[in-house]
């Protein structure tokens, strides 16, 4: 069950963590250039939390 509770737990930060931006991207519907880099900041915090949820996970899984 704390397996389930970890993972469960990290992708709900891995989703608001790529949404904030999204929307922030969204506000800003006239400026490409700022929903450009919003995407992109999107897509880096995205990347970052799963990559760091899967290194924690792994790092985790001998004491289950």
Same mark, same amino acid.
């Given at each position: ?12 930060? !891995?989703?608001?963590?790529?949404? +904030?931006?999204?929307? @922030? %991207? ?15 900041? !999107?897509?880096?915090?995205?990347? +970052?939390?799963?990559? @760091? %949820? ?11």
């Amino acid at each position: 069950m704390n397996l389930l509770n970890y993972l469960a737990t990290a992708l709900s930060i !891995s989703a608001v963590m790529t949404i +904030i931006p999204f929307i @922030l %991207g969204y506000r800003n519907k006239g400026n490409e250039a700022k929903r450009k880099y919003y995407w992109k900041m !999107s897509c880096l915090f995205g990347g +970052i939390t799963v990559a @760091l %949820g899967i290194a924690a996970l792994v790092l985790m899984l001998p004491f289950f």
